[in-house]
């Protein structure tokens, strides 16, 4: 496949260059497997593959992009002749570049023969043993709404006329369950996914339970009183919080004046007891790859040092406004569009206490299991107030679940106040992040 898809770049650039255009080739060929099941039958099974090449031309600093499914000579050189087309209609900018000559790029473990190995048949029985073991696990669970597997496969080819070239594949696979457990006329719903780059390192029998005891532990939950109150929050729900600081070391949004940290290199801006890297060599990591999406070479980017911004997330264009390297994340997620700034494995690195030892000395407090409405988060000014559930921290014991509540702050205020990082870190996608305890938070009830 890397052949099929370097031969198609090469005749791209060969006609760009004839043309007198800078160019890229960004070439992606993917297979896709999803089963779903209920109640023990397959539900849905999908099957897709494709091909297809995204070509990007700077023309005397005018950049055009048109991306093609059809990788025959005809259609290739009408990619080139319409993104030639395009480009006259366009703005220079100075800025606009492609990344120059070889790069060496790191040997990573990123592709798993297990997975194309494995039967459809076994893959669809480990669907089926997640139900069995959510419905096992506690008499409330009463229903499975969907249980699923799915493994994602792909090569990935960038050459430009820089002299860069840049190949590889790889694959991840995981599964999935959402359920409804019910008790008394209460009915709560819970869930749990993994996603892993080796298929011996799914479980599914955690999986099973975690999306039960998620469910059952929210039943019969009460509301509670407005307070501040010192938080604990899961994993699941640090990394929505990370999401935000994400788009906040995002090298485009702090040169447009859109992100509450512009301007605060090498000042604190979160606890000492926060660190944060985006690594795309980090072992196991769903965004684990040796370069990317220009082909400039993976690397672990320090962006917070026990609470000091220590740097942002540049692509090729940010970094060359900004006259400093990329940073190795132009992110793109097929080849039907541009690259733009991307984290890779973003994570909040662990600290040493686990869950119980961060909320153990707590009289009274709130252990966040869920928020919603992250999306209303302000990262420009940094003010969030979004919905919450969890479960009530008495005496250093987690005592009765809790919904209808909203917690309430500014990102500045809540990175600072981060008091102790677990020893619990959990990917969920490519973000990843441990258990925090915070100082205090705004709790509006009832």
Do not use: W
Request: a negative charge; aromatic letters at 8%.
């Amino acid at each position: 496949m890397e052949d099929f898809l370097s031969n198609a770049g090469e005749k791209a650039l060969e006609l760009a260059r004839k043309k007198g255009v800078e160019a890229e080739a960004f070439l992606l060929h993917g297979r896709e497997l999803s089963v779903e099941v209920i109640e023990g039958q397959v539900e849905t099974l999908k099957e897709a593959e494709e091909a297809g090449l995204g070509l990007r031309v700077i023309n005397d600093g005018r950049l055009g992009f048109v991306f093609t499914s059809d990788l025959s000579d005809q259609a290739i050189r009408q990619v080139v002749d319409d993104a030639i087309s395009i480009s006259r209609y366009t703005e220079a900018d100075p800025h606009n570049c492609l990344p120059q000559g070889k790069c060496e790029y790191p040997v990573l473990e990123i592709y798993d023969p297990k997975i194309p190995e494995t039967s459809l048949e076994e893959k669809i029985e480990m669907a089926r043993e997640v139900e069995q073991i959510a419905l096992s696990s506690d008499p409330r669970v009463s229903i499975v709404e969907r249980a699923g597997y799915e493994d994602s496969e792909f090569t990935s080819v960038i050459m430009n006329t820089s002299g860069l070239y840049a190949s590889d594949r790889g694959n991840f696979c995981g599964i999935y369950i959402f359920l409804v457990a019910e008790d008394d006329g209460d009915a709560q719903n819970g869930f749990s996914v993994m996603v892993r780059k080796n298929y011996k390192d799914l479980g599914p029998v955690f999986t099973g339970r975690e999306a039960a005891g998620n469910a059952v532990r929210a039943l019969k939950a009460r509301t509670i009183g407005s307070a501040h109150l010192p938080c604990v929050m899961e994993p699941y729900v640090t990394t929505r919080f990370l999401s935000l600081l994400a788009q906040m070391v995002d090298a485009q949004m702090v040169q447009k004046g859109k992100s509450l940290l512009a301007g605060k290199l090498e000042q604190l801006v979160a606890s000492p007891a926060v660190t944060l890297v985006d690594d795309a060599t980090f072992r196991g990591g769903i965004g684990t790859f040796p370069f990317d999406g220009e082909g400039v070479a993976a690397r672990s980017n320090t962006v917070i040092k026990d609470g000091i911004l220590t740097g942002y997330l540049y692509d090729s264009y940010t970094a060359s406004k900004a006259g400093v390297e990329s940073t190795g994340n132009g992110q793109r997620g097929s080849f039907r569009g541009l690259p733009s700034v991307g984290t890779s494995n973003f994570i909040l690195q662990a600290g040493a206490g686990n869950p119980p030892y961060l909320y153990g000395d707590i009289k009274k407090g709130l252990y966040i299991t869920e928020v919603m409405g992250m999306h209303t988060a302000n990262p420009i000014s940094g003010d969030f107030s979004v919905g919450a559930a969890g479960i009530m921290i008495e005496n250093g014991r987690l005592t009765y679940p809790v919904r209808g509540a909203t917690i309430a702050g500014n990102l500045g205020d809540f990175f600072k106040d981060i008091e102790s990082v677990g020893s619990d870190l959990r990917f969920f996608g490519g973000k990843a992040a441990p258990s925090i305890r915070l100082k205090s938070l705004s709790i509006a009830g009832e």
